[in-house]
């Protein structure tokens, strides 16, 4: 009996063996890349939000502004909010000429396969200072 006849079903065992590894780390790769961007994105929506009401006077409605503008831009990338959690804290602190604007964006995350550990949300903080000062 040559080797060749011993070792025919080798390749199918090295494959059952390294299968599961190949599909773990698949699944890592998109389940990672996706969260990562939901970052980016939550990201962008909190600094586009705290920057519009870092522009608004600190006497008007400078939350409301940075709520508006932050859930616009979540659902302009497809954040539905109405069926994921997302919550837009803002408070203020300094006196003026100092005054500044913290802005805080956390969104539910929902992971696409489940099997990795991912955290339950992404968050998103920045600093603004006033344009205008009282």
Known sequence: ?????????????EFALVAPVLI??????????????????????????CRAGAVVHPLDDFAGAV???TLA?????????????????????????KEILLCNVQV???AITGLLPTPDN?????IYHFERQQ
């Open 122 to 126: 992404v968050t998103a903080g920045y």
């Open 67 to 69: 709520e508006t503008v």
């Open 73 to 97: 831009q979540l659902e302009l990338g497809g954040v539905d909010c109405d069926v994921l959690d997302c919550n837009v804290d803002t408070n203020t602190d300094g006196d003026s000429p």
């Open 108 to 110: 539910e995350y929902r």
């Open 24 to 49: 773990l780390v698949t699944f890592a790769i998109v389940e990672y890349g996706w969260m990562f961007y939901q970052r980016a994105f939550v990201l962008d929506a909190a600094r586009r939000g």
């Open 1 to 13: 009996m040559s080797f060749r006849f011993r070792r025919r079903g080798a390749s199918h065992i």
